[in-house]
């Protein structure tokens, strides 16, 4: 029997014209009329029309069920005083949305989506994506959802994860930040999500594509070959083509001063990649970022006093080529295993160098130019195979450059700058292609430059600061800010130019720096504050860069020479304050260790995947 109105259910305090709406269950529910017109844009729509039933006293939504109309009676009795309730069950807030779609209440739409997310945790995520895809929430719910299971890569279960649908498997494989300890995780997770349903198959090819092999040891790309083998993949992956390609998968680590007086010290500081890029960003209220922290290991240090040395990662191993105290160049090399933890002695260089460029290259170790003994210039360049564990001389550099800088782009190794043989600052470029043991001069730079720091992204190769003259050229500090470079220049590959593109704040000479995601990270060090510079990349680029592009930036097999220290002038200008402006090109940024000290060194810095140990 039909109730009257003034038997039906209601929720508002208002006393104007009503109307009961009716649930396909039959629950009925008033409302006023007015309210409903304001706010309901399928009711406007009604009533707009002409149509007869948005006249009626009751209104029939055959799609809406009782516990819909509930949450928007709900919803309505605390619209005038906006007191929403901080937190409804998650049924709740399924039922309050379909009532919201399908009222068109756009208010309520933006206060159920926030009640949506507040339920986001690693039970959750697959029936909150499962809501927001009804709904089409891909950029308000979609996007939030699987940046939370990036950061939760490792904690949310596998089984779980195999429930993602085809296009939010490929957003998060796709994505440049997943918090992993390894890209064969990533890999490994595609091939579950294949293995579930013989229909995957046909994704597989687009969500292996996004997988950076490149962040892979030799070990696991043979791995992944017979893998592909097996399941009758037809996957050929280039070298080439991923050589610059990162994620925020593994350690970031950071060495130190391997000398006696320094073993107090932890040699290596750790910190997940992940953690390191999110802490990195800018704060949305523009508060300061706090000083990045890295975590103290206690590992073993290297077992010999060396006074300085260059180091790269390459394979999954560290190397150490460095200089003992009372030797003026070097040959020795050591290597560190981070799985096993283990260092061990490697073959020496044919040539003892100082001031060389040390850069990996398609799995093996490339040492170039520098100063050898009696310090003469030497051309020479000599590659290690780890396999053999031998040193191969290899065509040498047209021209001797000690103090230069370099990196990999694309399958290549460039070189830049350096200092000749009559102490000229030099702004020479040579790309050496491996395929055929060949320099080939480039375009030069704008700027003569030594120990700068290069890096690339795409097909687009920046060197950033350095020395313009010889002055100081033995010191780690000079005090006239006149001898730096204080700018940065990038080189298009494809039409061989370089443009001037960027203004460093600090000096940079010498200094450790690595590159993630298209973001350029120098480490600096200066008295009481460790600093490190944050230069964006991405606005230098031609193609603007989203959530889901996978071309992204190397990891930089970069050069560990002395840390600098700023003057007076250039410590109170930057001292004060850490520049937090999203948009600005270039940032400054601190970091410590857990305990409050910033005493520990930063002489190289790399990713490695790492053991427990």
Known sequence: MMKDVDDVESNDDSTGERIVLISKSGGRHQIDKNVLFRTSNYFQGLVNSGMRDAHCREFTLECLTNESLIEVMDYFSKFSTNELESLKSLNEVEAGLDGAFYLQINDMIDSYIELLLKHLNYSTCLRILDIANKYVLIDRVVDKVIKYVSKNFKKISESSKTFLSPDEMFRLVASEEINSDSEMDVFNLIIMWISENELRKCFAKKLLNEVRYNLMTTSEKQKCSAIFHNMNLNMNYSKDKDSNISRTVGKLFVVGSTEKKHRGKNFFNILP??????????????????????????????????????????????????????????????????????????????????????GGLAGHLYAVSGYTTGANETPTVEKYIPSENRWYMVEPLPLALPSLAGCVCNGSMYVSGGVDEIFHVRNLMYQYDPSCNKWFSRAPMLTARISHVMTSTGNKIFAVGGKITTNGLDESFDENLDDYAMDGEMYDVESDQWSSVLQLKLPVYGLPSITINNCLYIFDKIPTLFLFQKINLCKYLKEEKTSNSSSSSSMQDTNANNINVVTNEAKEQNSHCVDTDPDDDCQILRYKNPNGKTSFDCQYLGVMIMSDI
């Open 273 to 358: 990649v992940y953690n390191f890029v999110e802490a990195c960003k800018t704060r949305s209220n523009g508060a300061e970022p706090k000083p990045i922290k890295f975590n103290p290991s206690y590992r073993r240090r290297p077992p010999l006093d060396l006074f300085r040395y260059n180091a790269c990662v390459v394979d999954n191993c560290l190397y150490l080529i460095g200089q003992l105290r009372r030797k003026w160049t070097c040959r020795e090399i050591l290597v560190y295993d981070p799985v096993t933890a283990v260092w061990s002695k490697g073959c020496s260089m044919h040539h003892p160098r100082r001031d060389f460029y040390l």
